[in-house]
């Protein structure tokens, strides 16, 4: 459970995140042609994460390298079908839905927040006829964020949310900017977006990505867990934090509906790199919203799409993918347009306080 201490000390994190330091022994000799992506991952345990896996696939075929533990007090490492909270990469997920539902007549990226959700989004400063879709997956819409309230309340873990009651947190907050006039990352604007889904559909975001997406694409490893339910089912790597100084502490308990649309997803490597392949390929949309999800705005880091980023590679041209960051786990998926594709997790933070660079390592394995 989180506690006041470890709330406050990471509020204002762009994602949930939080931190970790453990000792544990790095792996053994770099592997072949991916040495340099072994020493990524050996730096990040040596730096004091407990574990760190990054699974690719090339046109050799599908490769691995792995530090450290899946589970302090073991030898065992992360392996690349161990079931992990993948956070923000749910995003590309809960975009690709809301595309779906463009494709059925049933959304309009162009409509206002108020056509979906009359009432949700008013006052302080906001107006929802002004808002739209497009923006909320863009995260261009102006909604501050309500992380970094979440993070201070010590109950936060303690119970089931109500997406709603996420919403009024991040409203409390006055905009950040006019709709349309800059770029701000919301969990908010997503957790939105679960909410158009279910109001249009009359069912959860969890049942629509499952019919839509998990089963159709065969994602055997991947679950959006019900509110309240907090486990990680199946093989899975266990999730730490620690203060300096102090024990590592499991939090790969997570309640499930604080993220929600935004980040709540479970999944593995070969999961999310088949996703986004499947997705880049046109096998999850047709080609004009695939082209719409692409066009990218200039964001934090790399260019934003919908719901998707495009990450340029050192070695030349870009990949496509996301980043996700929760209590216990930084993640990143990044595809390329000829196939090669990567996945990366560390499960805790360095002994110093700060993120692995997940991004940095899926570089090395890309290129």
Known sequence: MLTRKTTRAVAGSMVLALGCVATVPASAEPRGDHADVQAVVDGF?????????????????????????REVGTDRPIR??????????????????????????????????EEYLPGLVRGNGYDGTKITVRQLLQHTSG???????????PDANSHPWRPEELVAIGLSHPPLFAPGAGWAYSNTGYIVLGMIVEAVTGNDLGT??????????????????????????????????AFPGQPVMDITELEPSLPGAAGSLISTGPDLTKFVKALLSGKVLRPDLLRQMRTTV?????????????????????????????????????????????????NGRLSDGSVADTRHAAEEALC
Not at 211 to 230: F, H, N, Q, S, V
């Open 143 to 153: 909604m501050a964020d309500y992380v970094a309230d979440v993070l201070a309340d």
């Open 298 to 346: 200039p964001a934090r880091g790399y260019d934003y799409g919908l719901g998707i980023g495009e990450i340029p590679l050192p070695c030349g041209g870009s990949a496509w993918g996301h980043a996700g960051n929760l209590p216990g786990f930084d993640t990143f998926t990044a595809v390329t347009e000829d196939g090669r594709s990567v996945f990366v997790v560390v």
């Open 45 to 69: 345990t040596a730096a004091g994460a407990p574990g760190a896996m990054v699974y690719g696939q090339d046109r050799r075929g599908r490769w691995s390298v792995a530090s450290g533990t």
């Open 208 to 241: 629509e990505i499952t019919d839509r997406l998990i089963r159709p694409l065969g994602l055997g490893g991947t679950t959006y867990p019900e509110a309240g339910d907090k486990r990680i089912r199946g093989p899975h790597a266990h999730g730490y934090f």
């Open 80 to 113: 690349p079908r161990d079931r992990v909270r993948v956070a923000s990469n749910t995003k590309m997920l809960t975009a690709a839905v809301v595309l779906q539902l463009v494709e059925d007549g049933e959304v309009d990226l162009d409509a206002s927040v």
